[in-house]
Every structure is written in structure tokens, then in C-alpha cells.
T-cell receptor, first 110, second 114 residues
Framework: GENVEQHPSTLSVQEGDSAVIKCTYSDSASNYFPWYKQELGKRPQLIIDIRSNVGEKKDQRIAVTLNKTAKHFSLHITETQPEDSAVYFCAASPTDKLIFGTGTRLQVFP | KAGVTQTPRYLIKTRGQQVTLSCSPISGHRSVSWYQQTPGQGLQFLFEYFSETQRNKGNFPGRFSGRQFSNSRSEMNVSTLELGDSALYLC?????????????FGEGSRLTVL
């Protein structure tokens, strides 16, 4: 069935370091890949997304890469800051559905 | 512009009861989707409604159902509650629908089943 695997489940980095979160999807029909950030006690918010006709997208300190052949996509955060601490969810969308990964808890230590 | 509003925010039910949750989307958004969030499973897609029609549904039993009204407000119903239904239920609205663009989430309804 449709599945999105996300790794790691927890990630601790020092402020200023980079963080990478990886996801693998199973449904080759998936064509839209958003990333959501959920701070403690708050609602998820979209931070970046990528469509299947694009290999990489950047927005300031965050970037997402997509390898359709391998069905992998990754989130890269550079120069991490304490306010980046949150749970990050990747997702993949086959037709009219959104399948989320199980989340990565990122902790950035000052 | 007002955000997505969910009611009630918290509720406690006992096994076997039923519950109805409500979601008011951002004005102009025709898509409302629902998700179950639990610590172990993350966010799981329940279903999406677009212009009063269910467009797709996730892998949940028939006890989970929903509907959407002409003003785009949506309700989700869970019948014959089980302990495992305890979770945060999030709804999200969007202009064009799940899988096409940004979802705007509500703060959720936290359901506890005793």
C-alpha cells in the first residue's frame, strides 16, 4: 500500500550545524512532496514543497531535493537556529491523498 | 482573514459513544481534509471533501465518516468509539485540494476515549 518512511525519528544538532531529514515513498504516482513543521502545541505549517518535475528547490536556509527514480526526497536545513526546533513531517501525494511520514523531532542546542 | 477553526478543542468520551467534530475552513477554501495525529503514527489522512463531495479516503474503518456543507464547513463523526481512537484530530483547508498546494491546519480537537 501507500507508505512514506521518514528518518531519523529524532535528530539533535548544535546551533549553526546542518540537519538532513530523509523520506522514501512507495507510490510512483506521487507528484507533490510538501514538508510541514509543527512546533510544540501548535498546528503544522508548510515550510517548503516540491513537485515531481523539479529536482531541487531552495528557500533561504532550507532546501528540498527529489530523486524520482529512487523515490527519495530530503529536507536540508543549514545554519540551524534554536527556533528550528520542532517536529518535521514529509508527505507524498498520489492522486487526491496526502500520505505523511511519521515525523522527525529536531532539537537544536545553543 | 480568519484561520481554520475547529470545535470542540477538547472532549472526553467513553467507549461505545459517538462524537462529532466540526471544522470551519478559511473563507473561499472549498477543500477540507481530516487527519488523525497520534504520537506513534504521526499524521494519518482520513478523508477529503471538496464542494460537498468526498474525493478520497484513507485506510480507516467505516466508523469514521464525514460530510461537508454548502458553506464548506465540514463535520467528522466517529461512531462506537474505541480506546484507540484517542488522538488529536486535525482538519485542514485549501483552495484547490490535497496534493496540489498548501494546507492550512486548524488547532485540532483532542479526543480522549475512556
Amino acid at each position: 500500500g501507500e507508505n512514506v518512511e521518514q528518518h531519523p525519528s529524532t535528530l539533535s544538532v548544535q546551533e549553526g550545524d546542518s540537519a538532513v531529514i530523509k523520506c522514501t515513498y512507495s507510490d510512483s504516482a506521487s507528484n507533490y512532496f510538501p514538508w510541514y513543521k509543527q512546533e510544540l502545541g501548535k498546528r503544522p505549517q508548510l515550510i517548503i514543497d516540491i513537485r515531481s518535475n523539479v529536482g531541487e528547490k531552495k528557500d533561504q536556509r532550507i532546501a528540498v531535493t527529489l530523486n524520482k527514480t529512487a523515490k527519495h526526497f530530503s529536507l536540508h536545513i543549514t545554519e540551524t537556529q534554536p527556533e528550528d526546533s520542532a517536529v518535521y513531517f514529509c508527505a507524498a501525494s498520489p492522486t487526491d491523498k496526502l500520505i505523511f511520514g511519521t515525523g522527525t523531532r529536531l532539537q537544536v542546542f545553543p | 482573514k480568519a484561520g481554520v477553526t475547529q470545535t470542540p478543542r477538547y472532549l472526553i468520551k467513553t467507549r461505545g459513544q459517538q462524537v462529532t467534530l466540526s471544522c470551519s475552513p478559511i473563507s473561499g477554501h472549498r477543500s477540507v481534509s481530516w487527519y488523525q495525529q497520534t504520537p506513534g503514527q504521526g499524521l494519518q489522512f482520513l478523508f477529503e471533501y471538496f464542494s460537498e463531495t468526498q474525493r478520497n479516503k484513507g485506510n480507516f474503518p467505516g466508523r469514521f465518516s464525514g460530510r461537508q456543507f454548502s458553506n464548506s464547513r465540514s463535520e467528522m463523526n466517529v461512531s462506537t468509539l474505541e480506546l484507540g481512537d484517542s488522538a488529536l484530530y486535525l482538519c485542514a483547508s485549501s483552495v484547490t485540494g490535497v496534493g496540489t498546494g498548501e494546507l492550512f491546519f486548524g488547532e485540532g480537537s483532542r479526543l480522549t476515549v475512556l
